[in-house]
């Protein structure tokens, strides 16, 4: 368990801005930060971020919390992981009250292949830099490749012994278990149940996720044999999905976004050479096609993407019906080739960075009219083909979203085509408004599934309760917001608004589970003699409870600053009259309550037909709509006031 005082210091060293800044490309709007959602697929952002409060709030799904919140619900740490992922950044040393090897059986199942992930990076890096085999094999091949120490130490590269057993060994030996070795896929099972090492004689490519952490590996044979693959990389797990990861990502996110531009390049050595030449803003697709989820990723953090091709002309016709997703993201595409015989990895090794610049600078091209000078070179004059060429062109164009961006290709590629604009138009409006019906017929057909035949025989599995905790949660609102503030009217001196409302609602049995936890948490917290305040719940363990803090204090609008200039509007202020707003809220939620008692003897009073209880009943009713009225009035006094 990680002690009070480095949660304290991390707390205090957390950047919210910063820290969500390395995940989401966040622009100041006001006081805030906004940005598009790390967790939904969405065009016009919706997720905000509040320095002041320290919060984050996503109101496109809901979700909302501190830094720590935002990496377990970004990454799906665990809370003292997202602690230590902060520790890290801000280089905290982190002080825990028990050895965390102690505890390895009984860390969670996606931690656990995180941190067996982790150790043999740093086996493979390890066995690089200090073993005879790993220094003669694996760093000669890296030094040959011209890849200095200081990228093979930040990209974490490494070396898989030649052996059958020699990291699965080690790995048991300290302790990880044999089920996540296996999940990994660092390790493989025989027949006879025991295990062997998956990339032997191999030199590593650690693939890093999101905040940094090793998730998979890529393993290359330097061998000749033909009956070896040159590639072996890590099978699908908990913690890698191959779709939705970029190598070089973690390392490239930053330069992204300060360059406003991302170079796509295919394999581990590009990215490493282009990286290490001082271009940081390149990752690779790992020789995988590229996919939705990668593009949306790199859409986080700029909306311009360049693709380097190695000058393969078979591998760029294959790949340029793919790359229609980008244009389908709302992205701009632009693509460079390189002269036969390089890839981005020898060309910037053989001219050096500024060569590098250079030739992209000179090369980059359109998507659209790359793919337009491609196809029209392959279809020659043959007329056929040079028909289906236009309409692959405009089908690609029908996929942009923007329309003035769209009527811009169409324009340019009427000029390449040699073909009349308006027949491009034509072509164009054809295609969307045939999208336009599928899309609604789809639509339609879901909406008009039969539903199940209902069995009358069976009673329905889930009953629903509907709960209205608006006024409870109104209540967490004041708390949140003006607890540790000193009353200041009716003569009361020296007491907070918190303590004060604690006391008032004793009475009070909230129905919202969450609202409920947090007005104990509350009570226990004065009684101890401290006040906590909106960050004490902001960071509170329980996501229940910060969820619900975030949702009181978070609002997708603020008001402009020269509202009443501009309109001549006065907007209701609540603090103006702080008696009115604290007892208000305390009263109706009294109120609510009372109402509800009612409704439970008037529903008692109609099932009961022995007198002596109607008589109870109807007293308890009568007492009930005394104190309904008391309050009423209360509420009218203190309101008009």
Known sequence: MITKPTIDRIMEATDIVEVIGEFVQLKKRGANYVGLSPFANERTPSFTVSPAKGIFKDFSTGKGGSAITFLMELEKFTYPEALKWLAKKYGIEVEETVDPTENREEENHRESLMIVSGFAAKFFHESLL????????????????????????????????????????????EGYLQQFLE???????????SLYDRYRGRVMFPIHGFTGRVIAFGGRTLKNDKNVPKYVNSPESEIYHKSSVLYGLYFAKKAIREEDNCFLVEGYADVLSVHQAGIENVVASSGTSLTVEQIRLIGRFTKNITILYDGDAAGIKASLRGLDMILEEGLNVKVVLFPDGHDPDSFVRKFGTNGFKKHIEDNKKDFILFKTDILLKEAGKDPIKKAGVIREIVESVAKIPDSIKASVFIKECSYLLQIDERALLTELNKMRNAKAKKDSQHQTSRQEEPPDEPNFFDEPDVKIVIKDATQEKEVIRLLLLYGNRVIDWDGIANTYIGPFMIAELSDVDFED???KSFVEIYRKEVENGVLPDEQYFIHYPDKDIVDLTV????TKYTLSENWYDMHKILVNDEQANMKATILGAIFHLKKHMVGKILEGLRNELQKTDVEADQEILLNQYMHMKKVEKTISDFLGSVILK
């Open 551 to 554: 949702n009181q204090i978070a």
């Open 513 to 515: 589970a969450a609202c």
């Open 183 to 193: 999940e990994s896929g660092l390790s493989v099972k025989r027949d006879n149940g």
């Open 130 to 173: 200090n073993t005879d085999e790993g220094k003669n094999i694996g760093l000669s091949y890296f030094k040959e490749r011209g890849f200095t120490n200081e990228t093979i130490k930040k990209f974490e590269l490494g070396y898989s012994p030649d052996q059958w057993e020699a990291f699965t060994g080690q790995a048991l030996k």
